[in-house]
């Protein structure tokens, strides 16, 4: 079942990537190209999942972190 | 033919080189965006294209997704293999500002195309350094020539 590992604003925490498996700098840099590979801004707010998906205020899917990592 | 302009839309671009921490990126969007119409200009293929309300392949794990607004996305970690900002933001402005003998004047042509279709420009910039690193210093003539095009500037710039 998946959970929410993050939903603020800013850039995710370390507990966001160890969460994953990564280190932060890539999930910084999947959370970047996802944003701008959907036309929003690095302030939009979005929530990260703990299978590495990436959805929108409404739940929209918007990418995956591991997808931009491999 | 060429070939760059025939693989413009819904791609994703395999990688040639390692992921960065530095990296720019130029994105187009808007409704009316045709993907090929940019592509057509930079003679590049993007990273990352589609229209409006097309299907797209995003990746393995996110599969097939829906374009809310047309986008022409473009990396320079697909292309410049440097840690220096700099560098990625001088290969956005060559792309841009280029102008050859053969080549119709790209910037000219970008202008008339944001103009007719109403889709805007945008750069940003992503960097990630160590604790206490200071970020990069970004040279103006960079920025003065990509607000010019226009296009807004954004910075995403952290630290471990």
Not at chain 1, 8 to 34: C, F
Not at chain 1, 53 to 62: A, F, P, Q, R
Request: charged share 25%.
């Amino acid at each position: 079942m998946t959970s929410i590992i993050w939903s603020n604003p800013g850039n995710p925490t370390n507990e966001v990537s160890r969460a994953l498996g990564v280190e932060r700098w890539q999930v910084r840099r999947a959370l970047h190209r996802i944003k701008q590979g959907q036309g929003l801004a690095g302030a939009d707010r979005v929530t990260i999942w703990n299978d590495g998906s990436v959805t929108d205020e409404h739940g929209i899917v918007l990418g995956n972190v591991y997808d931009e990592i491999s | 033919m060429n070939t760059v302009l025939s693989l413009a839309t819904s791609t994703t671009r395999s990688r040639k080189i390692a992921p960065q921490k530095v990296f720019a990126t130029l994105r187009f969007s808007g409704d009316r965006l045709d993907p090929d119409r940019i592509s057509d200009i930079l003679r590049v293929r993007p990273t990352k294209s589609y229209r409006k309300g097309e299907r797209y392949f995003a990746g393995p794990r996110a599969g097939h997704l829906v374009g809310h607004t047309g986008i022409w996305l473009l990396a320079t970690d697909d292309f410049v293999a440097s840690a220096d900002l700099n560098r990625h933001l001088g290969y956005l402005t060559s792309l841009i500002f280029r102008t050859a003998d053969h080549d119709k004047d790209r910037l000219a042509g970008l202008r008339e195309l944001m103009a007719r279709d109403g889709i805007t420009a945008h750069v940003s910039c992503f960097w990630h350094g160590e604790p206490g690193e200071q970020p990069p210093s970004i040279l103006p003539e960079a920025t003065v020539k990509l607000r010019d095009l226009p296009a807004d500037i954004e910075m995403d710039f952290d630290t471990d």
